[in-house]
């Protein structure tokens, strides 16, 4: 199994400002998974991060307002750009568990935007 | 319409109650079905997984697909205060494409 830490674990920043979450494996995979899990709303994908290339983007998303950095394989951060109320969720990262397309999940930053 | 609907809740039961959670789905090339579950302030984990159609039965819980329906169904036996939860449903038609359900918010109560 995955052990997956994020930090912050939850954080209030002011509208027009960033904050950079971090999501950190025990150990190396090759791909990440970037989600945001809105009040009432299902999970949904914003990228997947792959060690040496960029990320790629879910529709919706754009990487100005959500960049991403994967420089090893067990590192990554998302960073919400240019925040409004709007982006006030919950912000998760997992990584594929096993061979199957199921996921381990870090415990999430839960963001409030003012 | 949405991909995946599943009823938001809350479903509220006794204790030892046979607890009966449920998705529909649009898209015909899911191969894959989740459930996961998600604890209050705590990111998902993976309850039951199942590839294509049939039954799976772990313990008191046991995952059902029906592919001809578009139904998937997850129950729970036995229920305890400890299945008080989010449970999401997932599914996936491969290259971890996954969408989720919105989840089931479950009170069990003692």
């Known amino acids: 199994s995955a052990v997956i830490s994020q930090k912050p674990s939850r954080d209030i920043c002011q509208r027009g400002t960033s904050l950079t979450i971090q999501c950190q494996v025990d150990?190396?995979?090759?791909?990440m998974f970037w989600y945001r899990q809105q009040p009432g709303q299902s999970l949904t994908l914003i990228a997947t991060a792959n060690q040496g290339s960029e990320a790629t983007y879910e529709s919706g998303f754009v990487i100005d307002k959500f960049p991403i950095s994967r420089p090893n394989l067990t590192f990554s951060t998302l960073t919400v750009s240019n925040m409004s109320p709007e982006d006030s969720s919950i912000y998760l990262c997992s990584v594929p568990q096993g061979g199957t397309d199921t996921q381990y999940f870090g415990p999430g930053t839960r963001l409030t935007v003012l | 319409q949405k991909e995946v609907e599943q009823d938001p809740g809350p479903l509220s039961v006794p204790e030892g109650a046979i607890v009966s959670l449920n998705c529909t789905y649009s898209n015909s090339a899911f191969q894959y079905f989740m459930w996961y579950r998600q604890y209050s302030r705590k990111g998902p984990e993976l309850l039951m997984y199942?590839?294509?159609?049939g039954n799976k039965e772990d313990g008191r819980f046991t995952a059902q697909v029906d592919k001809s329906s578009k139904y998937i169904s997850l129950f729970i036996r036995d229920s305890q205060p400890s299945d008080s939860a989010t449970y999401l449903c997932a599914m996936s038609a491969g290259g971890f494409k996954t969408i989720f359900g919105a989840g089931t918010r479950l009170f069990v109560k003692a």
């Open positions: 150990s190396q995979v090759t791909m």
């Open positions: 199942t590839y294509s159609s």
